[in-house]
């Protein structure tokens, strides 16, 4: 079954601007990942906030965590064309179990 | 540093008949390793992990199985199959306690 629902289903931009994609969880979880995954491949690991944290950086990734609402949100700040790609939130277990959301397609507009 | 194989990359088989995939990993010993399944447009589902040698669980029951006969293998197989198990199947690993890495995936179209 599906834990994680984003929001919006698709986003798109210009570049330079920011992107900020949500998701929400129903289950109990360890820790709240992120993936990206390009047109056809496979997907990417992008960053992880473990269920005690409430936000991390990473580059331009910035990642909040609200464990009372549990939702989480992602944002990428001065997007590039680069970056479109469909982000995916996972839900992880405290054993490696990882329960996928439905994805945001992002299109960066050059 | 750790590497996924997948193979084939793609496949087009017809209803009813035999599937088999495999992932084959380097890089690392005993790691957990999971078969996931992506309809198009979709979120991933995942479908067997396993812990070890001879060990798998699965998460959906289906006509699908898998095994893992070496500690680096991990197959999945279908004796027939159905128009539904067309998607993208994407092996992983677990990585650094929590982190998963993906494998480039295999296309399978049944017709």
């Known amino acids: 079954s599906q834990q994680g629902e984003e929001d919006p289903q698709a986003l798109s931009i210009q570049e330079g601007e920011n992107a900020t994609m949500n998701c929400s969880y129903k289950?109990?979880?360890?820790?709240l990942q992120w993936y990206r995954q390009n047109s056809g491949r496979g997907l990417v690991h992008l960053i992880l906030?473990?269920?005690?944290?409430r936000e991390k950086h990473s580059g331009r990734l910035r990642v909040t965590l609200d464990t009372s609402k549990k939702s989480s949100s992602l944002l990428i700040t001065a997007s590039r064309a680069a970056d479109t790609a469909s982000y995916f939130c996972a839900g992880g277990t405290s054993y490696g179990k990882l329960t996928f959301g439905q994805g945001t397609i992002l299109t960066v507009h050059p | 540093s750790q590497t996924i194989h997948q193979w084939p990359a793609t496949l087009v088989q017809p209803v009813g008949s035999p599937l088999s995939l495999e992932c084959t990993v380097e890089g690392t010993s005993n790691p957990n390793l999971y078969w996931y399944r992506q309809a198009a447009g979709r979120g991933l589902q995942l479908l067997f992990y396993?812990?070890?040698?001879?060990?798998i669980s699965s998460e959906v029951p289906q006509n699908l199985s898998a095994s893992r006969p070496q500690d680096r293998q991990f197959i999945l197989s279908s004796k027939k199959l159905l128009l539904s198990d067309s998607g993208f199947y994407l092996c992983a690993l677990q990585r650094d306690l929590y982190e998963q890495y993906f494998g480039p995936g295999t296309r399978l179209t049944v017709t």
């Open positions: 289950t109990s979880i360890n820790n």
């Open positions: 396993s812990v070890g040698i001879g060990q």
């Open positions: 906030i473990r269920s005690n944290e």
